[in-house]
């Protein structure tokens, strides 16, 4: 398969507990991207990297959460002391360079209980 | 915050019938693209209207975008079960590499 893929398909986890997902993109695409999306919402945008370089970030990402990029390749996303509000599908996307569209993962589905 | 906002949110039609839906935006545009979300899975790309584009065709996909009225439709002809999902827009703006996508369009056919 040679898609976009996220790892794991499903997390559930306590409040307070760090949770790490990882996204693998198309190997040709150098933009990467993350999404959040919550229940009968559309996905809001979180963060994008172009290679290595984490370019843009929005609000919605806190200091709890941290997204790195290290060889412009995988990524991985981390949220730091869960809160119930972080319960969410998380979508990682990617694209090349001056292409918009973007093909995404299936997702992690995240609960914090 | 959301750009896009799709209209109707729900639409039930049967096999065969034709299904439209509308979403509006809120700043100028660079592309406008839709998107298709089987339930819990990732989106698919459907179809992607440049700004200076007023109409696309892709398979039994048809999309029309209107800058003056900042809004676009996207018609699926001849539906069929297999098209129930939810369908998003999604907006993005020159020298943003964010999508602003809208709550999405659930829509059901009927076999």
């Known amino acids: 398969d040679t898609g976009v893929s996220q790892d794991p398909r499903h997390k559930i986890t306590k409040r307070g507990q760090n949770v790490t997902f990882r996204c693998d993109p198309i190997?040709?695409?150098?933009?990467l991207y993350w999404y959040r999306q919550t229940l009968g919402q559309g996905p809001e945008f979180l963060t994008y990297?172009?290679?290595?370089?984490?370019?843009?970030k929005s609000r919605l990402l806190s200091d709890r959460f941290s997204a790195e990029r290290p060889k412009g390749s995988f990524s991985t996303l981390e949220i730091q002391r869960t809160e119930q509000g972080d319960s969410a599908m998380y979508l990682c996307?990617?694209?090349?360079?001056?292409?918009?569209?973007?093909?995404f993962g299936q997702g992690t589905r995240l609960t914090v209980v | 915050s959301q750009q896009g906002e799709e209209d109707p949110q729900a639409l039930s039609i049967q096999e065969g019938e034709n299904a439209t839906m509308n979403c509006s935006y809120k700043?100028?545009?660079?592309?406008l693209q839709w998107y298709r979300q089987n339930s819990g899975r990732g989106l698919v790309h459907l179809i992607l209207?440049?700004?200076?584009?007023r109409e696309k065709h892709s398979g039994r996909l048809r999309v029309t975008l209107d800058t003056s009225k900042k809004s676009s439709s996207l018609l699926i002809t001849a539906s069929r079960a297999a098209d129930t999902a939810s369908y998003f827009c999604?907006?993005?703006?020159?020298?943003?590499?964010?999508?602003?996508f809208g709550k999405g369009n659930q829509v059901v056919v009927i076999p």
């Open positions: 996307a990617s694209s090349l360079d001056g292409v918009t569209e973007a093909f």
């Open positions: 190997s040709e695409h150098n933009r």
């Open positions: 990297f172009q290679n290595e370089a984490q370019l843009e």
């Open positions: 700043t100028s545009i660079n592309n």
């Open positions: 209207i440049r700004s200076n584009e």
């Open positions: 999604a907006a993005d703006t020159y020298g943003n590499n964010r999508l602003a």
